[in-house]
């Protein structure tokens, strides 16, 4: 218990240690360039709010790395339902299921990100009227569903994995207990093998957190849009503390989630 302890309170220091020296990476890079000024300074911490929420005057979350947290949760949510069952369809008993789903996974799998935003960008409509029910299709919305898809299908091979990854006795054995098939994935290997996948799903949210900042190609105003936005307000001189700072929300929103992923994988 004391060695866990211990462990953690390296891990916090290390975190914080990090983000410590990257600040004053910053302020050393600023010095030496010689155009990081006071007034620079507190310009900066004036523009701080934009870029957390995309917005000046209010604590309503208009864009800004705020937006790229909740597009974040929200494609994680997608594709974990997708991917689930696109993995439960990988080993499915009916071979054309199993063909489907293998070519689904690995497509978008191999595809890449800003690609598949782009094809989402202009296959997807504006709006899309159903009867009386009208369905908008902003860049975020076209945004979630490109990101999810490719999440989905990652997140159906650690699905398919997991499972496999059960000895097969225990399906024989609950087989002879005259369990079915759906009763076995329900109650003996499901429960065993999703202990085994939420490491990779740890790590997978970390990367698409990461990823979101490719939506700012498409027309989505998150953080890296609104970094650039006061750039073109403040100019070029607070580019470096700017795209910094940026780094940093990252980096401590994701570096938390990648020791706590690494702490599983030991328990597991």
């Known amino acids: 218990m004391e060695n866990s302890d211990k462990r953690a309170q390296f891990n916090w220091q290390t975190f914080f240690s990090l983000a410590v020296a990257a600040l004053l990476v910053t ?11 006071v007034a620079e300074f507190q310009t900066l911490l004036k523009r701080l709010p934009y870029i957390l929420i995309g917005n000046q005057e209010g604590w309503s979350i208009k864009g800004g790395f705020a937006l790229n947290i909740i597009i974040s949760l929200a494609c994680m949510a997608i594709a974990t339902t997708l991917g689930t069952f696109l993995g439960l369809a990988q080993i499915a008993p009916q071979r054309v299921i199993r063909g489907i789903a293998w070519f689904l996974t690995q497509f978008f799998r191999n595809s890449p990100w800003l690609v598949i935003l782009y094809v989402m960008l202009y296959l997807l409509p504006f709006q899309l009227k159903l009867g009386f029910a009208t369905i908008e299709f902003s860049p975020v919305a076209k945004s979630i569903i490109g990101l999810s898809l490719v999440v989905a299908a990652n997140i159906s091979e650690i699905v398919r994995g997991g499972i496999q990854s059960i000895p097969s006795g225990q399906w024989e054995a609950a087989e002879a207990m005259g369990y079915t098939r759906r009763q076995i994935l329900q109650l003996v290997i499901l429960p065993q093998a999703v202990r085994r996948m939420i490491p990779p799903w740890m790590n997978w949210y970390a990367i698409l957190t990461m990823g979101t900042t490719l939506t700012n190609l498409v027309g989505v105003p998150e953080g890296l849009t609104a970094v650039r ?32 992923t690494k702490e599983l994988e030991v328990g597991i």
Request: hydrophobic share 60%; net charge negative.
């Open 229 to 260: 936005e006061v750039l073109e307000l403040e100019g070029e001189g607070l580019a470096i503390p700017l795209y910094t700072v940026l780094m940093l929300l990252f980096f401590i929103y994701c570096y938390p989630i990648a020791r706590w």
């Open 27 to 37: 302020v050393v890079l600023a010095a030496v360039r010689g155009n990081f000024s």
